[in-house]
C-alpha cells in the first residue's frame, strides 16, 4: 500500500512540475490599459478606413467648390465631304450632322473641306442658393464623417477595454487556481504522512489525490482561458503579446484610494460619440433636404461663345479645284447673353423628392431619440450596478479574511486528527470560493467603472488612471 502511496505521490509531483512549467513568466512584461487602447487606435485597420474617408470627405467640399467655375470649351474641327441643304427646321438629333450653305435644285456630289473653331462660355453664375446648399451639405457630410470615425474609435475603446478586463480577471482566476493547487499538494503531503503513520485511512490519500487533480484540471482551464484572451488581445493592438501580462497594479491601494476619486457623470453627455454621430447623419439628412430643394429652382446664366469658319466652297458657290488645301478661316462671329432656364414640371420632381427625403430626415431624428433612450437606460443600469457592486467589495474581503482563517484552522486540525478530510476540502472550496468570487466583483466594478465614464463623456479621463 505504502508503495503504491509513494509511486502516485511522485506522480503527482511530477504532474505539479509540468503545471508549473506552464505559468506566466513572472517577469513578463506588463501591458497596461492605456496603452493596449492607444496602440489599437493607431493600427487598428477600421479606424484607418474612417480617416480615410473622412480624407474623402473633406476633398469632397473642394470639388463641391468647383461647381461655381463657369464651363469653357474650345473646339475645332476639319472636314471633308458634301453639301447639300433644304430649308427647314428640325430638332438636333446629336447623330445628323449640320450642313450649311446654298440651296440648290439637285444633289452636288462634289467634295468641299471647311473648318471651324469653337470657344464657348456657360457660366451660371445665379443658381438661387443651390451651390451654398451644395457646399453646406458636403461640410455636414464631412461632419458625418468625422464623428463615424469618432464612433468608431468608442466602440473599438469600448471593445478592447473589455477585452483586458476580462484578460486581466483571467488573469487573477489563474492566481487563485494556482493557489488552489499548492493547498491541494500540500494536503496531500500532509495526508502521505499521516497515512504512513497509520493514523489515517488510506482513502483519504486517494481522496486527496482526486481533489489534487481536480485543482489541476481547474488550473489549466484557468490557464487556457488566460491565454485565449491573450492571443485576442494581439488581433487589435498588433502587438506580440505573448510575453506580455496584465497591470496588476489596478488592484493596489493607491490605485483605488485614485479611482475612489473618480466620480462619472450620472447623465449621458451632450457629445457623447455615439450620439453625436446620430445627430451629425440627422444633419447631413436635413442638408441634403436643403439641396433638393433648391436644385430646381430656376438657373440664370452668362453665356457667350466666338467661332470662325473656313471652307472650300465661295460665296457664290463655287467649289475650289483642290477641296482639300482650300480651308482658309474667312469668317467670324461671337454671340453673348444671358438666359434664365427653368422647368416647369420640376415642381412635381421637386415635391416628391423633398417628401421622400423628409421621411429619411424623420427617421434619423427618431434614431437619434432612440439612441439617446438606450444610453440613458445603459447608465441608469450601469450605476445601479456600480453601487451593489461596491457594496459587495465591502463584504468579500471580510469573507475571504474568515474562509483563510477556517482552512488554516481545519487543516491544523486535520494534522492533530481532530476532523475528516471532509471538513478540509469543505474548507478549501470555500476559501476558493471566496477568492474567485472576489476577483468577479473586481471585474464587474472596473467593468460598470468604465462603462459609467464612457456614458458620461469621461472614457478619456478614465483611461489616464491606467497609465
Known amino acids: 500500500m505504502h508503495s503504491y502511496l509513494s509511486m502516485h505521490l511522485k506522480k503527482c509531483i511530477l504532474a505539479g512540475l509540468v503545471l508549473f512549467a506552464t505559468i506566466p513568466n513572472a517577469n513578463s512584461q506588463p501591458l497596461n490599459l492605456y496603452d493596449a487602447v492607444n496602440k489599437t487606435l493607431a493600427n487598428y485597420p477600421l479606424i484607418l ?14 470639388t463641391i467648390n468647383g461647381n461655381r467655375l463657369p464651363a469653357l470649351r474650345l473646339i475645332g474641327e476639319a472636314t471633308a ?63 458625418a464623417s468625422k464623428a463615424g470615425l469618432e464612433s468608431d474609435k468608442y466602440l473599438l475603446s469600448q471593445s478592447v477595454i473589455t477585452l483586458y478586463l476580462d484578460w486581466l480577471k483571467k488573469y487573477q482566476l489563474m492566481k487563485v487556481e494556482m493557489q488552489n493547487v499548492e493547498r491541494t499538494r500540500t494536503i496531500l503531503n500532509a495526508i502521505k504522512a499521516t497515512v504512513n503513520s497509520g493514523l489515517k485511512p488510506g482513502v483519504d490519500s486517494a481522496t486527496a489525490s482526486a481533489e489534487y487533480a481536480r485543482a489541476r484540471i481547474a488550473y489549466l482551464q484557468a490557464l487556457g482561458d488566460y491565454k485565449y484572451d491573450q492571443a485576442y488581445l494581439h488581433s487589435y493592438t498588433g502587438t506580440d503579446t505573448t510575453g506580455m501580462a496584465p497591470d496588476t497594479s489596478i488592484f493596489t491601494g493607491a490605485f483605488l484610494d485614485k479611482i475612489k476619486l473618480f466620480e462619472p457623470a450620472d447623465s449621458v453627455a451632450g457629445t457623447h460619440p455615439l450620439l453625436d454621430l446620430y445627430e451629425k447623419q440627422y444633419e447631413q439628412q436635413a442638408a441634403t433636404g436643403n ?25 457664290t458657290d463655287m467649289y475650289a479645284p483642290d477641296a482639300l488645301n482650300a480651308t482658309a478661316n474667312t469668317r467670324y462671329n461671337y454671340l453673348l447673353g444671358l438666359s434664365l432656364s ?122 489616464q488612471n491606467f497609465k
Open 342 to 463: 427653368y422647368n416647369l414640371f420640376d415642381i412635381k420632381h421637386r415635391h416628391d423628392e423633398l417628401k421622400e427625403n423628409s421621411y429619411r430626415t424623420d427617421a434619423a431624428a427618431h434614431a437619434l431619440q432612440n439612441q439617446q433612450l438606450e444610453l440613458n437606460r445603459l447608465l441608469q443600469q450601469a450605476g445601479i450596478g456600480y453601487n451593489t457592486t461596491m457594496l459587495k467589495l465591502q463584504e468579500l474581503p471580510v469573507r475571504l479574511h474568515s474562509a483563510t482563517q477556517a482552512y488554516g484552522q481545519q487543516v491544523a486540525l486535520y494534522r492533530a486528527g481532530l476532523n475528516t478530510l471532509t471538513d478540509v476540502t469543505t474548507a478549501l472550496y470555500v476559501l476558493n470560493q471566496s477568492e474567485t468570487d472576489l476577483v468577479l466583483a473586481q471585474d464587474d466594478m472596473l467593468q460598470l467603472l468604465y462603462l459609467r465614464a464612457g456614458l458620461s463623456g469621461q472614457l478619456d479621463t478614465f483611461l
Open 81 to 143: 465631304g458634301t453639301s447639300n441643304s433644304l430649308p427647314g427646321s428640325y430638332f438636333p438629333l446629336g447623330v445628323i450632322p449640320s450642313t450649311s450653305g446654298s440651296i440648290r435644285a439637285t444633289n452636288n456630289g462634289s467634295l468641299s473641306s471647311g473648318t471651324i473653331a469653337i470657344s464657348y462660355l456657360d457660366w451660371q453664375f445665379y443658381t438661387f442658393g443651390y451651390y451654398n446648399a451644395q457646399q453646406k451639405e458636403a461640410k455636414a457630410q464631412l461632419a
Open 49 to 62: 478606413q474612417r480617416e480615410s474617408e473622412v480624407a474623402s470627405s473633406r476633398a469632397h467640399i473642394t
Open 291 to 315: 439641396v433638393i430643394a433648391h436644385r430646381y429652382l430656376p438657373r440664370v446664366a452668362f453665356e457667350g461663345a466666338g467661332w470662325q469658319r473656313g471652307s472650300s466652297i465661295s460665296s
